[in-house]
């Protein structure tokens, strides 16, 4: 079977969830498929070694301004000899002349759900784009039971072809020592206190308006310790910067931005703690991305997160500041409970995996194929 992917967010969107699901997907359906045959559309190189059973188109980049404009530009799929084509960006960039199979990895409905924390850009192509993309779709991927839901009640897409494959952390996230993870993170950004860790984007939608309050409730009963925001500076940036110099903490949230995903492990391992309060996610990687690293979560109740961390996280009611403050309180306070959780996220983290999800994928292919 001849299969396209188009695998422009694998080498573009590199560090963003998105990003990091399509080159895993990638690498990891070429350990373990050499049966099909693959087509990938990309612009600029990978950096691991494909099969010989893959083939790489090159193509245009047309340097839009955003992410979404560029990719929102159809590849060519004429004189291809694809029989199955896969866009894993949220179907974005997928043809309108349908001569194959499509398939889309459709991550969450959020334009629909919460309009008002999506980028302007992102809003138009996704609102204008995914209800004429679904309907074209002989099969959708997400990738959490609560996205499934959503999309089916959203769109009005069938149940029975939306397939559901979790995500995972990478191999890079994993246990380290945490004092070599601090001087390097003292020589690297002159971090050198106790800090409580945000990992992910500056979306309303992430409540980091709420961290940042819950963070000035107990700040004064933890000592040092620092809040560290990690993440490409958004938008509403300076939203946030000005509510920690409101409160008084301008010292002590600090924005490091964007951080390239080789030195993600660095945060995660030297951080006393993982909070992640977002109002909603399709699935969200972070949470997933510490636990690997042994470092203990707190995270919302709310959307998938429950279904990814079972019991194994700490978990606030997102729209509560004191509920957030009192439960990172408790885990600088109790040690069993801290080490407790470090050794069940361990756990759960290690329950999921790039080869599993690929491998789910690649039997999604050969459903279609029939």
């Known amino acids: 079977m001849n299969i396209g992917i188009d695998s422009r967010a694998a080498v573009w969107y590199r560090g963003t969830g998105i990003g990091t699901y399509t080159y895993q997907l990638i690498k990891n359906i070429s350990l373990l498929d050499k049966e099909n045959k693959y087509l990938l559309f990309l612009e600029g190189n990978l950096d691991f070694e494909l099969d010989e059973n893959f083939k790489i188109r090159k193509i245009e980049k047309y340097d839009k301004e955003t992410f979404w404009e560029e990719v929102d530009i159809p590849n060519i ?155 490409k500076k958004g938008r509403s940036y300076y939203d946030y910067r000005d509510l920690a110099y409101n409160l008084g903490l301008k010292n002590d949230v600090l924005f490091p931005g964007f951080i390239e995903v080789e030195n993600l492990p660095l945060f995660y391992n030297a951080a006393y703690m993982l909070v992640y309060p977002s109002f909603y996610e399709g699935f969200g990687l972070p949470p997933l991305e510490a636990m690997a690293c042994g470092t203990p979560v707190i995270a919302s109740s709310s959307t998938s ?11 606030i009611d997102p729209k509560n500041p004191y509920d957030i403050s009192e439960k990172m309180l408790m885990l600088i306070e109790d040690k069993k409970l801290y080490q407790n959780l470090k050794l069940k996220g361990l756990l759960r983290s290690s329950c999921y995996s790039w080869k599993k999800t690929a491998a789910e994928t690649i039997m999604i292919y050969n459903l279609l194929k029939n």
Request: a positive charge; hydrophobic letters at 35%; charged letters at 25%.
């Open 77 to 231: 799929l004429t004189d291809t000899g694809i029989e199955i084509y896969h866009v894993p960006q949220n179907g974005i960039g997928l043809p309108y002349e349908k001569n194959c199979k499509f398939i889309i990895t459709l991550h969450d409905v959020i334009p629909y759900k919460m309009p008002e924390t999506v980028g302007p850009q992102y809003l138009k192509i996704y609102l204008q784009e995914v209800p004429k993309i679904v309907p074209m779709c002989d099969a959708i991927i997400t990738v959490s039971e609560y996205s499934k839901k959503d999309i089916a009640k959203t769109l009005g897409y069938p149940e029975e072809k939306i397939y559901v494959t979790y995500l995972a952390a990478e191999d890079i996230y994993k246990p380290m020592n945490k004092s070599v993870c601090k001087a390097k993170l003292k020589e690297k950004y002159g971090i050198e206190d106790d800090f409580i860790l945000y990992v992910g984007g500056f979306s309303p939608r992430k409540n980091i308006k709420g961290l940042i309050q819950a963070f000035s409730i107990i700040k004064n009963k933890i000592g040092n310790f620092k809040l560290i925001i990690l993440g």
């Open 305 to 315: 997160i429950p279904e990814i961390l079972k019991e194994d996280a700490l978990y």
